[in-house]
Nanobody, 123 residues
Framework: VQLQASGGGLVQAGASLRLSCVASGRTFSSYVMGWFRQAPGKEREFVAAINWNSGPTAYSAAVKGRFTISRDNTKNTVYLQMNSLKSEDTAVYYC?????????????????WGQGTLVTVSS
């Protein structure tokens, strides 16, 4: 599976962005899809995940209520709608695929990663 993330950019605090991640390869619809982010000097951290059938979703406390993850299995695409952006949301955002929902909030639960897209929020 190859993943291509896009949609990052430079925005002001309070603005919105929508990230997209297109997957190539088979059985996209059977994977858990997740978004992670990594700020300079920090470890990669979980942001959001969605189960294969667009059922359960999960969010980190830092983004819950502001970000929404969704997927379109007909387009092999997962989205991250980010609203009310804050300066602390500045990071490189990565999409990833995983097999099991039980490990969907952990970096170790994912085995394919996209190249990342940079989101910069100015205050």
């Amino acid at each position: 599976v190859q993943l291509q993330a896009s949609g990052g950019g430079l925005v002001q605090a309070g603005a919105s962005l929508r990230l997209s991640c297109v997957a190539s390869g088979r059985t996209f619809s059977s994977y858990v899809m997740g978004w992670f982010r990594q700020a300079p000097g920090k470890e990669r951290e979980f942001v959001a995940a969605i189960n294969w059938n667009s059922g359960p979703t999960a969010y980190s406390a830092a983004v819950k209520g502001r970000f929404t993850i969704s997927r379109d299995n007909t387009k092999n695409t997962v989205y991250l709608q980010m609203n009310s952006l804050k300066s602390e949301d500045t990071a490189v955002y990565y999409c990833a695929t995983g097999r099991y929902w039980v490990s969907s909030t952990s970096v170790s639960g994912y085995h394919y990663w996209g190249q990342g897209t940079l989101v910069t929020v100015s205050s």
